[in-house]
Nanobody, 124 residues
Framework: QVQLAESGGGLVQAGGSLRLSCAAS????????MGWFRQAPGKEREFVAA????????YYGDSVKGRFTISRDNAKATAYLQMNSLKPEDTAVYSCAAAALASVPMIQSSYDYWGQGTQVTVSS
């Protein structure tokens, strides 16, 4: 089992920045690719970003490319999502997930473990 706990969400004005953290415990963190997804009210969960086990490969959803950066610190068993130039449409619950894969999945069903999520609200 891997337990994931997100933090860093909150209320921010449009154009601002937030950094989300995802702390992992349980199994060996480096064995898992990590991803971030988000779900806005009334919408389906959406892929945001993912990073490979070693951190050498990253992928982003089209709506966040150039604004968000995913990273990880394997020594701290933590993944991060730096969000810049935030827009009101970025408002959602953001969840991190772990996949026991060598690839970098962008599909929800590829992930084995999920955190509870953290709310991000961007005001206009």
């Amino acid at each position: 089992q891997v337990q994931l706990a997100e933090s860093g969400g909150g209320l921010v004005q449009a154009g601002g920045s937030l950094r989300l953290s995802c702390a992992a415990s349980g199994r060996t963190f480096i064995n898992y690719a990590m991803g971030w997804f988000r779900q806005a009210p009334g919408k389906e969960r959406e892929f945001v970003a993912a990073i490979s086990r070693g951190g050498g490969s990253t992928y982003y959803g089209d709506s966040v490319k150039g604004r968000f950066t995913i990273s990880r610190d394997n020594a701290k068993a933590t993944a991060y999502l730096q969000m810049n130039s935030l827009k009101p449409e970025d408002t959602a619950v953001y969840s991190c997930a772990a996949a026991a894969l060598a690839s970098v999945p962008m599909i929800q069903s590829s992930y084995d473990y999920w955190g509870q999520g953290t709310q991000v609200t961007v005001s206009s």
